[in-house]
């Protein structure tokens, strides 16, 4: 019999008892106390969050944690945990931190706790002894990112204020936490990761609205339906500040550049101003086409959510992938191949694209043989051998230890 690999997550007390093992390896104490923040999967709305779009992500119980205790000066010295064991170590002066200054996988963290104290979220500018240990595959389109900026954000926050954030502090953490996204890293990403990581519920899934800004908590009883979210990441690992996630973002600002809010707009208001300014109608009503489409198929799969009408939610899914694949041009041939193989129905590319997994929302009993289909697709293409997981929503951004 085929054996398959799965995705491993240890349990919240395994994560912080790693974390703090670590942070004694490395700082020769204890940790003040370990934060953790989750993955994510975004179940529907894709590329859409940077145009006033709507999103229903879940927060995943796949996690960063972070052991965490301030430093006297303003540095920031952190070491990560690779998979294969071996640690990195980097660290910056915080008052070193620049946009557009390149500090690689350390302006995730310590841009998150600069933006934070740039805004006021944080009041004194505190260096931090950082141990990290994931559980979140990087870059598969699950927002390990958002896990890394969201754990440390909490645990700032909490070192910073002496209590943890409420609802209007995370809301400025997500904030922080997106600009050292776009302004230190130089990731052109949206919100809907650190929104979904910082807010997330075990049960729930979010609908996230960029007009209003305001976001709900939706029951996701998959479970009652004899559902299950399966996740495949094809490992064709994506690279979002490659160009291409820019190339597909430019064009959509472009537009909100000129006429506000794609929200507010219709085809018919775009393809006279592309006309009248030079562009290329055809591009631009493909890419526009694509978030105008998903934004109202969004809007509807919410409201099957909300009646529990799991068909239609699926059928919203499969529409998704194929806009991405048609008119956002944003899937790879091994997500299309994986979409595919998982079925007509419920199955879809998840994240910015461009390599990383797919989700299918399918029955229980058909999970075996639609990871069966999915891999061996692979394996005749010649592709990456594929990683699964089974989804639950879980818990936001909190403090563990
Ligand atoms: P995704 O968020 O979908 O996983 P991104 O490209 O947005 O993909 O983010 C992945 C990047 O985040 C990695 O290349 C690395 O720089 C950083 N990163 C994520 N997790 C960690 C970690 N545990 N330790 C160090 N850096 C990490
Ligand atoms: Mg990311």
Redesign the pocket.
């Known amino acids: 019999m085929t054996s398959y690999k799965w995705i491993e997550s240890r349990t919240p007390d395994a994560l912080a008892a790693d974390a703090t093992a670590l942070f004694n390896a490395e700082f020769g104490t204890a940790p003040t106390g370990v934060w953790a923040a989750p993955g994510r999967v975004n179940v529907i709305g894709e590329h859409v969050d940077y145009a006033g779009g709507v999103c229903i992500p879940f927060a995943l119980p796949l996690q960063?944690a972070a052991a965490v205790t301030p430093r006297e000066d303003t540095k920031v010295v952190a070491a990560?945990q690779k998979t294969d064991g071996t640690v990195?170590r980097a660290e910056v002066d915080l008052k070193d931190i620049r946009p557009g200054g390149d500090i690689?996988?350390l302006g995730?963290v310590a841009g998150t706790v600069w933006a934070a104290h740039e805004s006021g979220a944080l009041e004194n500018l505190t260096g931090l002894n950082i141990a990290?240990v994931?559980d979140?595959?990087?870059?598969?389109?699950?927002?390990?990112?958002?896990a890394?900026e969201c754990s440390v954000a909490v645990a700032a926050y909490e070192l910073d204020h002496g209590q943890g954030p409420d609802d209007a502090a995370r809301h400025q953490l997500a904030d922080a936490a997106m600009r050292a996204e776009n302004d230190i890293v130089g990731?052109s990403t949206g919100g809907l990761?650190q929104t979904a990581s910082l807010f997330g519920a075990e049960g729930k899934a979010l609908v996230i609205d960029f007009d209003s800004h305001t976001h709900r908590l939706v029951n996701f009883d998959i479970a009652d339906q004899d559902l299950v979210l399966l996740i495949a990441d094809t490992n064709a690992p994506?690279?979002?500040n490659d160009g291409q996630y820019a190339s597909r973002r430019g064009v959509i600002d472009d537009v909100q550049n000129a006429l506000g809010s794609l929200r507010h707009l219709s085809e018919e208001q775009i393809a006279a101003w592309a006309h009248e300014n030079g562009k290329d109608a055809t591009l631009y009503a493909k890419r526009t086409g694509h978030v105008l489409h998903e934004t109202a198929r969004t809007l509807q799969a919410a409201d099957a959510l909300e009646a529990g009408d799991f068909d239609t939610f699926r059928r919203f899914m499969a529409d998704s992938h194929a806009s991405l694949r048609d008119d956002l041009e944003v899937t790879t041939p091994e997500l299309d191949s994986a979409a595919e193989a998982a079925g007509t129905l419920g199955a879809r590319m998840t994240?910015g694209g461009f390599g990383?997994a797919v989700i299918a929302l399918i029955a229980k009993a058909r999970v075996g043989d639609t990871v069966a289909a999915i891999a061996s697709a692979a394996e005749e293409k010649g592709f990456a051998e594929p990683t699964f997981y089974i989804a639950t929503p879980g818990d936001g951004a909190r403090r563990l230890v």
């Open positions: 960063i990560s990195a690689g996988w995730y990290l994931s979140v595959p990087l870059g598969s389109g699950l927002s390990s990112s958002a890394l990731a990761d994506h690279e979002l994240g990383g």
